[in-house]
């Protein structure tokens, strides 16, 4: 049995390789948002109040290209939908918390250290104090992120316009996506939301980023029950 202690501490060491990706990732974002045009108290406010990479860069960009907030806010939530899964997964393991110790818990849970977490709950059932390293990854993150992203605040105060550092956005984007085209109906799913892109570009409030991604959703469901 670990003490609550060595939980917390095989947390950070589990989450610890991923910092290879994320803290890159977090300096493009803080400069990205100088870039943007942003104040980097702004920046740095929502660095700590989203804390997610992917939802800050389309949060900045939507807001810089002049979508409505009820739209960018809504991009926002469809993104971290999948942490509704997350909480799903993880309940079996953080029932017997308090609701407020939930809620703060909620606050770190990151794609990475959810991964971590759910592997080493798997093979730790009988433990006691499992969210404990729930928070140790979680709170490795957070705390990388934070600087990682002041840092691209920082950097992105010096480094030039003509550079182009938005370009970052959509090649960080194409990098993250590219890895998922494995199968064909990936490829099929990622088109119809390309085109579907194109099709409503024009549709009203930059609606066309929700509407794209709902069409491609409802045929990756079709293509599931063709397949069955």
């Given at each position: 049995m670990h003490t609550k202690k060595q939980l917390f501490t095989?947390?950070?060491?589990?989450?610890?390789p991923h910092m290879l990706s994320v803290i890159p990732f977090g300096i493009i974002c803080g400069a990205i948002g100088v870039e943007l045009?942003?104040?980097?108290?702004?920046?740095?406010?929502?660095?700590?109040?989203?804390?997610?990479?992917?939802?800050?860069?389309?949060?900045?960009?939507?807001?810089?290209?002049?979508a409505s907030s009820l739209v960018a806010v809504a991009s926002v939530g469809i993104i971290n939908s999948r942490h509704l899964l997350y909480g799903a997964v993880l309940s079996e393991y953080l029932e017997k918390l308090s609701f407020i110790k939930k809620l703060l818990i909620s606050y770190v849970?990151?794609?990475?250290?959810?991964?971590?977490?759910?592997?080493?709950?798997?093979?730790?059932?009988?433990?006691?104090?499992?969210?404990?390293?729930?928070?140790?990854?979680?709170?490795?993150?957070?705390?990388?992120?934070?600087?990682?992203?002041?840092?691209?605040?920082?950097?992105?105060?010096?480094?030039?316009?003509?550079?182009?550092?938005?370009?970052?956005?959509?090649?960080?984007?194409?990098?993250?996506?590219?890895q998922d085209l494995k199968k064909l109906d990936h490829v099929?799913?990622?088109?119809?939301?390309?085109?579907?892109?194109?099709?409503?570009?024009?549709?009203?409030?930059?609606?066309?980023?929700?509407?794209?991604p709902v069409i491609a959703l409802f045929v990756a469901a079709l293509l599931l029950r063709l397949k069955k």
């Open positions: 095989r947390g950070m060491l589990d989450i610890s045009g942003f104040h980097p108290y702004l920046v740095y406010a929502m660095s700590f109040i989203i804390f997610g990479g992917a939802s800050q860069i389309v949060f900045l960009q939507l807001l810089s290209g002049g849970v990151v794609d990475q250290g959810f991964a971590e977490s759910n592997k080493f709950f798997k093979k730790n059932r009988s433990e006691e104090f499992l969210h404990y390293h729930l928070i140790g990854t979680g709170c490795t993150m957070w705390v990388c992120w934070q600087i990682a992203t002041l840092s691209g605040i920082v950097l992105g105060s010096f480094v030039p316009e003509e550079l182009g550092l938005k370009f970052a956005i959509p090649l960080t984007f194409i990098a993250i996506v590219v099929i799913v990622m088109i119809t939301c390309g085109l579907s892109s194109l099709l409503f570009f024009d549709a009203p409030f930059k609606s066309y980023i929700i509407i794209s």
